[in-house]
Protein backbone atom coordinates (compact mmCIF):
# COMPACT_ATOMS: atom_id res chain seq x y z
CA UNK A 1 0.00 0.00 0.00
CA UNK A 2 2.61 2.48 0.63
CA UNK A 3 3.30 2.95 -3.28
CA UNK A 4 -0.68 3.04 -3.97
CA UNK A 5 -0.79 6.18 -1.12
CA UNK A 6 2.53 7.68 -2.25
CA UNK A 7 1.13 8.18 -5.83
CA UNK A 8 -2.08 9.32 -5.13
CA UNK A 9 -0.28 12.17 -3.05
CA UNK A 10 1.73 13.19 -6.14
CA UNK A 11 -1.38 12.41 -8.76
CA UNK A 12 -4.16 14.47 -6.86
CA UNK A 13 -1.86 17.07 -4.89
CA UNK A 14 -0.21 18.23 -8.37
CA UNK A 15 -3.77 18.56 -9.97
CA UNK A 16 -5.06 20.77 -6.51
CA UNK A 17 -0.94 22.34 -5.98
CA UNK A 18 -2.26 25.85 -5.59
CA UNK A 19 -5.41 25.02 -3.17
CA UNK A 20 -4.43 24.86 0.01
CA UNK A 21 -5.82 22.14 1.97
CA UNK A 22 -6.07 19.91 -1.84
CA UNK A 23 -8.83 16.87 -1.58
CA UNK A 24 -5.90 14.47 -0.69
CA UNK A 25 -5.06 16.30 1.94
CA UNK A 26 -8.23 16.14 3.37
CA UNK A 27 -8.90 12.67 2.83
CA UNK A 28 -5.60 11.85 4.80
CA UNK A 29 -6.85 14.03 7.67
CA UNK A 30 -8.48 11.68 9.38
CA UNK A 31 -8.97 14.23 12.37
CA UNK A 32 -9.50 17.17 10.34
CA UNK A 33 -6.91 19.26 12.33
CA UNK A 34 -5.23 20.68 8.91
CA UNK A 35 -2.09 18.80 9.68
CA UNK A 36 -0.75 15.12 8.78
CA UNK A 37 0.99 13.27 11.43
CA UNK A 38 1.24 9.84 12.87
CA UNK A 39 -0.95 7.28 11.74
CA UNK A 40 -2.21 9.46 8.92
CA UNK A 41 0.85 9.51 7.28
CA UNK A 42 1.58 5.44 8.30
CA UNK A 43 1.59 4.04 5.20
CA UNK A 44 3.06 7.24 2.89
CA UNK A 45 6.21 6.80 1.40
CA UNK A 46 9.27 7.98 4.20
CA UNK A 47 11.17 9.88 1.10
CA UNK A 48 8.01 11.59 0.05
CA UNK A 49 7.21 12.93 3.94
CA UNK A 50 10.44 13.78 4.24
CA UNK A 51 10.60 15.90 0.94
CA UNK A 52 7.44 17.45 2.05
CA UNK A 53 7.99 18.25 5.57
CA UNK A 54 10.27 21.26 4.70
CA UNK A 55 10.82 22.32 8.99
CA UNK A 56 11.49 18.24 9.57
CA UNK A 57 9.07 18.50 12.50
CA UNK A 58 7.13 15.10 11.54
CA UNK A 59 4.18 16.64 10.46
CA UNK A 60 2.80 18.08 6.82
CA UNK A 61 0.95 21.09 7.24
CA UNK A 62 -1.37 21.71 3.60
CA UNK A 63 1.26 25.21 3.40
CA UNK A 64 3.82 22.61 3.33
CA UNK A 65 2.27 20.02 0.43
CA UNK A 66 0.97 23.02 -1.40
CA UNK A 67 4.31 24.66 -1.52
CA UNK A 68 6.10 21.33 -2.46
CA UNK A 69 3.51 20.20 -5.54
CA UNK A 70 3.62 23.40 -6.89
CA UNK A 71 6.56 23.65 -7.25
CA UNK A 72 7.15 19.80 -9.04
CA UNK A 73 4.45 21.36 -11.06
CA UNK A 74 5.72 24.85 -12.30
CA UNK A 75 6.56 23.67 -16.00
CA UNK A 76 10.49 25.54 -16.16
CA UNK A 77 11.50 28.66 -18.30
CA UNK A 78 12.33 27.84 -21.66
CA UNK A 79 15.47 29.41 -21.40
CA UNK A 80 16.53 26.86 -18.65
CA UNK A 81 15.77 24.09 -20.61
CA UNK A 82 18.83 23.02 -23.02
CA UNK A 83 16.73 21.98 -25.79
CA UNK A 84 15.07 23.11 -28.88
CA UNK A 85 11.36 22.06 -29.66
CA UNK A 86 9.26 21.75 -32.92
CA UNK A 87 5.88 20.50 -33.57
CA UNK A 88 4.69 18.16 -36.11
CA UNK A 89 1.31 17.05 -36.86
CA UNK A 90 1.37 13.18 -37.42
CA UNK A 91 -2.59 12.32 -38.47
CA UNK A 92 -2.65 14.49 -42.07
CA UNK A 93 -4.36 17.00 -40.75
CA UNK A 94 -5.02 20.03 -38.62
CA UNK A 95 -6.28 18.74 -35.35
CA UNK A 96 -4.23 20.15 -32.79
CA UNK A 97 -4.71 17.29 -30.71
CA UNK A 98 -2.94 15.27 -32.74
CA UNK A 99 0.73 16.60 -33.13
CA UNK A 100 3.60 15.49 -31.66
CA UNK A 101 6.24 17.97 -29.85
CA UNK A 102 9.81 17.00 -30.86
CA UNK A 103 12.59 18.22 -27.83
CA UNK A 104 16.10 18.06 -29.38
CA UNK A 105 19.14 18.91 -27.63
CA UNK A 106 21.10 22.09 -28.58
CA UNK A 107 24.49 19.86 -28.01
CA UNK A 108 24.10 16.03 -29.00
CA UNK A 109 26.73 13.26 -28.18
CA UNK A 110 25.97 11.12 -31.08
CA UNK A 111 24.52 11.73 -34.82
CA UNK A 112 21.65 8.84 -33.78
CA UNK A 113 20.01 9.22 -30.63
CA UNK A 114 17.52 7.28 -28.29
CA UNK A 115 14.39 8.23 -27.95
CA UNK A 116 11.82 9.34 -25.25
CA UNK A 117 8.26 9.58 -25.67
CA UNK A 118 6.11 10.96 -23.36
CA UNK A 119 2.45 10.50 -22.83
CA UNK A 120 0.44 13.29 -20.59
CA UNK A 121 -2.23 12.58 -17.72
CA UNK A 122 -5.79 13.73 -17.02
CA UNK A 123 -7.83 10.89 -16.62
CA UNK A 124 -8.66 10.27 -20.69
CA UNK A 125 -10.27 13.50 -20.75
CA UNK A 126 -7.77 16.44 -19.85
CA UNK A 127 -4.55 17.38 -20.03
CA UNK A 128 -1.84 18.70 -22.58
CA UNK A 129 1.43 17.53 -24.24
CA UNK A 130 2.79 20.50 -23.06
CA UNK A 131 3.21 18.81 -19.38
CA UNK A 132 6.65 16.86 -21.16
CA UNK A 133 8.91 19.33 -21.49
CA UNK A 134 8.92 19.48 -17.64
CA UNK A 135 9.81 14.97 -17.78
CA UNK A 136 11.55 15.35 -20.63
CA UNK A 137 13.97 18.57 -20.47
CA UNK A 138 16.55 17.17 -18.26
CA UNK A 139 17.08 14.21 -20.67
CA UNK A 140 17.51 15.34 -23.65
CA UNK A 141 19.21 18.67 -21.79
CA UNK A 142 22.16 15.93 -21.41
CA UNK A 143 22.72 15.39 -24.97
CA UNK A 144 21.74 11.69 -25.32
CA UNK A 145 18.24 11.53 -25.84
CA UNK A 146 16.08 12.65 -28.51
CA UNK A 147 12.15 13.59 -26.69
CA UNK A 148 9.31 13.59 -27.96
CA UNK A 149 5.64 14.37 -26.02
CA UNK A 150 2.40 13.12 -27.84
CA UNK A 151 -0.84 14.91 -28.25
CA UNK A 152 -4.02 12.87 -28.52
CA UNK A 153 -7.85 13.30 -28.93
CA UNK A 154 -9.35 13.38 -25.27
CA UNK A 155 -12.32 11.48 -24.67
CA UNK A 156 -14.94 14.58 -25.00
CA UNK A 157 -13.42 14.04 -29.04
CA UNK A 158 -13.15 10.77 -29.31
CA UNK A 159 -13.86 7.38 -27.38
CA UNK A 160 -11.43 4.52 -26.95
CA UNK A 161 -9.49 3.19 -28.97
CA UNK A 162 -9.49 6.59 -30.41
CA UNK A 163 -6.34 7.74 -27.64
CA UNK A 164 -4.34 4.46 -28.67
CA UNK A 165 -4.82 4.84 -32.37
CA UNK A 166 -3.38 8.52 -31.89
CA UNK A 167 -0.37 7.55 -30.24
CA UNK A 168 0.42 4.70 -32.10
CA UNK A 169 0.24 6.98 -34.83
CA UNK A 170 2.52 9.31 -33.85
CA UNK A 171 4.99 6.83 -32.90
CA UNK A 172 5.21 5.87 -36.71
CA UNK A 173 5.25 9.26 -37.88
CA UNK A 174 8.71 9.56 -35.50
CA UNK A 175 10.16 6.14 -37.05
CA UNK A 176 9.47 7.42 -40.67
CA UNK A 177 11.34 10.23 -40.21
CA UNK A 178 14.42 9.14 -37.89
CA UNK A 179 16.84 9.93 -39.65
CA UNK A 180 15.36 13.76 -39.90
CA UNK A 181 15.51 13.72 -35.94
CA UNK A 182 18.35 11.49 -35.53
CA UNK A 183 16.22 9.13 -34.23
CA UNK A 184 17.60 5.56 -33.39
CA UNK A 185 14.18 3.89 -34.35
CA UNK A 186 15.64 0.57 -32.26
CA UNK A 187 15.50 2.54 -28.98
CA UNK A 188 12.67 4.12 -28.33
CA UNK A 189 11.54 4.21 -24.40
CA UNK A 190 7.97 5.44 -24.03
CA UNK A 191 6.49 6.48 -20.76
CA UNK A 192 3.72 8.38 -18.79
CA UNK A 193 1.59 9.60 -15.78
CA UNK A 194 -1.73 8.44 -14.72
CA UNK A 195 -3.72 8.20 -18.52
CA UNK A 196 -0.21 8.22 -19.68
CA UNK A 197 0.92 5.56 -17.97
CA UNK A 198 -2.02 3.43 -19.46
CA UNK A 199 -1.25 4.30 -22.51
CA UNK A 200 2.25 3.88 -22.15
CA UNK A 201 1.56 0.52 -21.12
CA UNK A 202 -0.85 -0.31 -23.97
CA UNK A 203 1.63 0.88 -26.79
CA UNK A 204 4.47 -1.26 -24.84
CA UNK A 205 2.19 -4.38 -25.07
CA UNK A 206 0.71 -4.18 -28.27
CA UNK A 207 3.19 -3.60 -31.10
CA UNK A 208 2.19 -7.12 -32.29
CA UNK A 209 -2.06 -5.79 -32.28
CA UNK A 210 -3.47 -5.25 -35.61
CA UNK A 211 -7.11 -4.26 -33.84
CA UNK A 212 -4.90 -1.22 -32.21
CA UNK A 213 -3.08 0.13 -34.51
CA UNK A 214 -5.37 2.25 -35.92
CA UNK A 215 -5.35 4.09 -39.81
CA UNK A 216 -4.08 7.30 -38.97
CA UNK A 217 -1.46 8.85 -40.81
CA UNK A 218 0.36 8.51 -44.01
CA UNK A 219 2.89 5.56 -42.85
CA UNK A 220 1.01 2.86 -41.77
CA UNK A 221 3.68 0.57 -42.82
CA UNK A 222 5.66 1.56 -40.22
CA UNK A 223 5.78 -0.78 -37.47
CA UNK A 224 4.41 1.20 -33.80
CA UNK A 225 6.77 -1.25 -31.78
CA UNK A 226 8.95 0.44 -28.95
CA UNK A 227 11.55 -0.99 -27.04
CA UNK A 228 10.02 -0.50 -23.61
CA UNK A 229 7.72 1.33 -21.59
CA UNK A 230 6.98 2.71 -18.07
CA UNK A 231 4.03 3.59 -16.24
CA UNK A 232 5.24 6.69 -13.92
CA UNK A 233 1.43 5.64 -12.04
Known amino acids: MPLIVGLVL??????????????????????????????????????????????????????????YFSSRNRTPSRDSIDTKKSTHPYANND???????????????????????????????????????RHLGDYVGSGNYVGASIGYRLSGEAQWPAQIHDCKAAIRYLKANATTFGIDAEKIAVFGTSAGGHLSCMVAVSGNAPELEGRIGRHLKQSSAVTCGISYF
Do not use: M
Open 95 to 133: NPRQTVDVYQPLSRKSTNLPLLIFIHGGGWRSGSKESGV
Open 10 to 67: CAVLAVDAVAAPSRAFLRLDKNNDGKLSGTELSTAPAGLIKAIDANGDGVITAREDER
